[in-house]
């Protein structure tokens, strides 16, 4: 079971710090990620991260903005967000699979948060 929680309203230029809680069987988690969803559009990936942490993958638009992290210890990821822009506006969800896998592919995840909405005025 995934909990995301964080999101909020902000104003351009803003910072947002996203968290997921993992429950349950955490022990076979191993590929976690975030992606964000808006109304019409398909969910996108925001970032995403491998069980050991070395390995990282962000969208190209939140490079240098966004940083994802994950503290295995604590079964948690969480996904810092800067100078954030009106077109970051969206529900975040964080997911996580057992398996090792291709980071950026939605339908690979097999568990998924509940969303959090993130919304940046301008």
């Known amino acids: 079971q995934l909990q995301a929680s964080g999101g909020g309203l902000v104003q351009a230029g803003g910072s947002l710090r996203l968290s997921c809680a993992a429950s349950?069987?955490?022990?076979?988690?191993?590929?976690m990620g975030w992606f964000r969803q808006v109304s019409g559009k398909e969910r996108e990936i925001v970032a995403a991260i491998r069980w050991s942490g070395a390995t990282t993958s962000y969208t190209d638009s939140v490079k240098g903005r966004f940083t994802i992290w994950r503290d295995n210890a604590k079964n948690m990821m969480y996904l810092q967000m800067n100078s954030l822009k009106p077109e970051d506006t969206a529900v975040y969800y964080c997911?996580?699979?057992?398996?090792?896998?291709?980071?950026?592919?939605?339908?690979?995840?097999?568990?998924w948060g509940q969303g959090t909405l993130v919304t940046v005025s301008s």
């Open positions: 349950g069987r955490t022990a076979s988690i191993r590929d």
């Open positions: 997911a996580a699979d057992p398996n090792v896998g291709g980071l950026s592919i939605a339908s690979r995840y097999d568990y």
